[in-house]
């Protein structure tokens, strides 16, 4: 039985080409950032981030009325409200109901510890620290 014989410069395009193809497969999810612009005028920026969490652990802000910028880096709703313990503080509800979505609010809040929480059910890890001095 006898098999055909392939030359190096055969395999290396053969390989090279199956590559290029895989990569191209790849492609379409949007690795790149969504295309937004963060306000001049925000005194908090928080994203939601891929594997449904927020971009930092902790966040810090000056007392007195915020702007708060909510950008959805993630595939899935978030929802951002400013917790006090287990209570919801003032009536701020950032709803970014897909990548690249946007949403803008302002709060007052006293100097503290609170949290920015999403309360979208199953996101209870998107709870990071805001300090307000």
């Not at 790149?32 to 449904?52: E, F, G, N, Q, R």
């Not at 880096?73 to 003032?90: A, F, N």
């Not at 950032?94 to 949290?115: D, N, Q």
Request: hydrophobic letters at 40%; one cysteine or more.
């Amino acid at each position: 039985m006898s098999f055909p014989r392939f030359s190096r410069s055969s395999c290396a395009l053969a390989v090279a080409g199956a590559t290029a193809f895989a990569l191209s497969a790849c492609g379409g999810g949007g690795s790149s950032a969504p295309d937004y612009t963060v306000p001049a005028d925000a005194d908090l920026v928080v994203k939601a981030v891929p594997t449904i969490k927020w971009d930092a652990s902790s966040y810090t802000a000056n007392a007195g009325e915020i702007t708060v910028f909510l950008a959805n880096d993630d595939s899935v709703k978030h929802v951002l409200v400013i917790r006090q313990g287990d209570k919801v503080v003032g009536d701020l509800e950032l709803v970014a109901s897909k990548r690249g979505a946007t949403a803008e609010g302002t709060i007052t809040l006293e100097a503290g510890e609170y949290a920015v929480y999403c309360i979208v059910p199953g996101h209870g890890n998107m709870n990071s620290t805001l300090t307000v001095s």
